[in-house]
């Protein structure tokens, strides 16, 4: 209650972003990859590499169909070598510093880029500013 009035319930599939914050940077270490929700959908729907000291982020949607999620099981997003963003779903490999594909189905299209920066030790949505 606000006020003496009861807060309406969030329309069903309404997304909620309580915080900006997705993790401490130490829970993503260099030459890993981690899954996030910050809308609160049940599934992850961005995921953060860091590479080489640097962090990334994209969407987590395959850009040959759009839809398809890319790890076979939670935070797997990188091959063996560590170095490139795989699809398991049709085997297509990203650069991990641009999301262009370079091998697979969707040849020369892009992972959708999520904006992130880090401040205070923490990985954060958003431009800094």
């Known amino acids: 209650m606000r006020n003496g009035r009861r807060r309406a319930a969030p329309r069903q599939g309404a997304r909620r972003i309580s915080t900006n914050v997705l993790c401490d940077l130490d829970a993503l270490p260099p ?4 899954g996030f929700d910050p809308g609160g959908t049940g599934a992850d729907t961005l995921f953060a590499v860091n590479s080489r000291g640097g962090i990334r982020a994209y969407l987590n ?3 040959h169909d759009g839809a398809t999620p890319l790890p076979w099981r939670r935070h797997a997003y990188l091959n063996q070598a560590r170095d490139r963003i795989v699809c398991s779903a049709h085997g ?3 650069l ?3 999301g262009e594909c370079v091998l697979g189905p969707c040849l020369g299209r892009t992972l959708s880029p999520v904006p992130v920066h880090v401040r205070d030790g923490r990985i954060l949505l958003g431009t800094e500013g």
């Open 96 to 98: 991990i510093g641009s």
């Open 61 to 63: 949607r395959c850009p």
């Open 92 to 94: 297509a490999e990203f």
């Open 31 to 34: 030459g890993s990859a981690r």
